[in-house]
């Protein structure tokens, strides 16, 4: 997916781990996955480098789609789809 | 399809050792990993319900111990209580304290460590989860 198609997509359910370091945020995205629907669309922001390779792996183990990553000022945006 | 078993055998009872623990044993939680924890010498020291939160030594890098522990906190890193809690929460988390290595620290029942562990067990319990892990640690 393009970064222009991730600046517009309609974000379902939204995860600020930027507090915590790995494996918070994997684990506040495994906690929220289970709040959303299949086919719906999550964006975990995160400040912790590691994250950003961690959860499209995680998303490929898990079976979800892994969609992009947006850096923004001091952290990035990673959206995936259930 | 069956669940990826990770066994870990802890030998450390050193913060620093137990936080590495606790953030593996995160990464296993989010992937549902059935986890068997096996506490041996050191860690069952560690796991001693009067030691588990007053216990502050390290194993490595010895002389930066104060900068470790503050970035700890600068960090807001969970306790490692916390995080093997969070991974118990999580997925199929069971802790066994080595029989003996309660002993070595008067811990003869359950009840003298910190509720995250399971029960007190043999070794031979270790070898035969061990034998069936996908991952296996020694820390």
């Known amino acids: ?82 | 399809m069956a669940n990826k078993k990770l066994t870990l055998a802890l030998f450390s009872g050193s913060v620093d050792k137990l936080t590495a623990a606790g953030v593996i044993l995160g990464g296993a939680a989010a992937e549902d990993m059935d986890v068997d924890i096996f506490v041996l010498l050191q860690a069952a020291f560690a796991f001693k319900k009067e030691n588990a939160l007053t216990n502050d030594r390290v194993a490595e890098l010895t002389d930066n111990k104060d900068e470790f522990l503050a970035s700890l906190k600068r960090l807001d890193t969970p306790h490692w209580t916390q995080a093997f809690r969070t991974a118990k929460e999580m997925t199929n988390v069971n802790i066994h304290i080595c029989g003996f290595a309660g002993k070595v620290w008067n811990g003869y029942k359950l009840d003298d460590f910190i509720d995250l562990a399971d029960d007190i067990c043999g070794i031979g319990e270790y070898i035969s989860s061990a034998e069936t892990a996908d991952v296996n640690l020694f820390i």
């Open chain 1, 1 to 82: 997916m393009m970064t222009e198609d991730l600046t517009n997509i309609k974000v379902d359910k939204s995860v600020d781990a930027r507090g915590t370091s790995c494996p918070g945020p994997l684990l506040a995205a495994k906690k929220a996955i289970g709040e959303i629907e299949n086919g719906q669309v999550m964006e975990v922001l995160s400040a912790d480098e590691g994250t950003r390779r961690d959860i499209p792996k995680w998303c490929t183990k898990k079976g979800y789609e892994y969609l992009g990553t947006l850096e923004e000022a001091g952290y990035y945006k990673i959206f995936l789809r259930k």
